[in-house]
């Protein structure tokens, strides 16, 4: 426990960062799982409807440096090739 007056306070910045960085993730997770479903159920029409929102939902948490540029960029191309797999 910190007994510094400006640590407390960064302490509470960081737990509100942290809270508004992980709902900001689990929408991310929303989006991509939908294009997911969309290829487990081979419907290619609606995985490439969800592909753009997922793209930008990933390199939204790229910019705001939540996940960083790469996991960001293998995330996209796993799911692109999820999506050119579909027939």
């Known amino acids: 426990m910190a007994n510094i007056k ?11 960062k942290n809270l508004a960085n992980s709902s900001k ?14 290829v487990k159920a081979g ?8 592909l753009p929102a997922a793209f930008k939902h990933l390199d939204k948490l790229a ?6 540029k790469n996991n960001a960029a293998r995330h996209k191309s796993s ?5 050119n797999g579909l027939k």
């Open 43 to 50: 419907n290619k029409e609606e995985a490439l409807k969800a």
């Open 79 to 83: 799911l692109q090739v999820l999506v």
């Open 25 to 38: 993730k689990a929408a991310c997770h929303t989006y991509v799982r939908k294009v997911e479903e969309a």
């Open 6 to 16: 400006s640590q407390i306070k960064r302490n509470k910045t960081n737990e509100k």
């Open 63 to 68: 910019g705001d440096k939540i996940i960083s």
